[in-house]
C-alpha cells in the first residue's frame, strides 16, 4: 500500500504560523487529490484543503486567505502552510492522498486511498 507521514504540528500562539508537511511513500503509480482533513475534540472530521496533481486547490471557507496548500510531486509531498493562526484552528490534522500504486514490479496499478497518522496542531489564545 501507500504510506503516509506527517510532520510539523507543534504549540503555537494565535497569530503565529507552522508548517505541516505529507510525504507518500511505497510503490506509487501515480497520484491524484492530496489533501488535509482535520478533527477537533467532539467534532467530525472536516476537510481544510486539498490540491490536485494538476495545481488546482480547494479550501474550507474557514482558512481561506490564511492557509496555502502546495506540493512537490516529484517527491510526493503535500505542504499546508497555516498562517494567522486562531484557537479554532486546534485540530488533528490528518493528510490524505488517493491514486494508484503497483503491488509488485510489473503489476497493473491498482488505486489507493490512505491516510497518515494524524499531528496535533494546539493554537493557544
Known amino acids: 500500500q501507500v504510506q503516509l507521514v506527517e510532520s510539523g504540528g507543534g504549540l503555537v500562539q494565535a497569530g503565529g504560523s507552522l508548517r505541516l508537511s505529507c510525504a507518500a511513500s511505497?510503490?506509487?503509480?501515480?497520484?491524484?487529490?492530496m489533501g488535509w482533513y482535520r478533527q477537533a475534540p467532539g467534532k467530525q472530521r472536516e476537510l481544510v484543503a486539498a490540491i490536485t496533481s494538476g495545481g488546482t486547490t480547494n479550501y474550507a471557507d474557514s482558512v481561506k486567505g490564511r492557509f496555502t496548500i502546495s506540493r512537490d510531486n516529484a517527491k510526493n509531498t503535500v505542504y499546508l502552510q497555516m498562517s494567522s493562526l486562531n484557537p479554532e484552528d486546534t485540530a488533528v490534522y490528518y493528510c490524505n492522498a488517493d491514486g494508484y500504486f503497483r503491488r509488485y514490479y510489473g503489476d497493473y496499478p491498482a488505486d489507493f486511498n490512505s491516510w497518515g497518522q494524524g499531528t496535533q496542531v494546539t493554537v493557544s489564545s
Open positions: 511505497g510503490r506509487i503509480f501515480s497520484i491524484n487529490t
